[in-house]
């Protein structure tokens, strides 16, 4: 057996989220960069300005590429809402031509039952003017 205990060292990190410690880190990495560059700092700010121009550039044409994407899908969903809208008329359109249609041949249907009551009232008082009753009382 051991007779002594293996010795343990304990790190406590408390608070901080080491974003300022990346920060100090890139400011003095970009220091030394500076400092070791082998061009002059004439060469070193034109090379800068060349690459934020290039930078530029390309940012530029990737926002005018997301905007001709999202053009082309609002043209499009567009488009598509339009024609549900069209299809939508057209079924309310077809729902009220049937409408019209039902009320109107409920319309004839109840004319022709009318009508139907009407004669069959009439043949009542002339079958009971015959045989001397009162057809309306009965009904």
């Known amino acids: 057996m051991r007779d002594r205990e293996d010795p343990y060292i304990v790190i406590e990190q408390k608070g901080g989220s080491g974003v300022g410690s990346f920060l100090i880190g890139a400011l003095v990495g970009a220091g030394l960069a500076l400092l070791f560059t082998p061009y002059s700092g004439e060469e070193t700010q034109e090379e800068i300005k060349e690459r934020a121009r290039r930078l530029k550039s390309a940012a530029g044409d990737q926002i005018r590429t997301a905007q001709k994407n999202i053009e082309e ?66 009904l």
């Open 73 to 138: 899908r609002i043209d499009h969903t567009r488009d598509e809402i339009m024609d549900r809208v069209g299809t939508v008329r057209e079924a309310v359109e077809s729902g009220r031509q049937a409408a019209r249609d039902a009320r109107s041949d409920l319309e004839h249907k109840l004319e022709r039952s009318k009508a139907a009551y009407r004669a069959g009232v009439e043949a009542a008082r002339e079958t009971a003017e015959e045989g001397g009753e009162d057809p309306v009382q009965g």
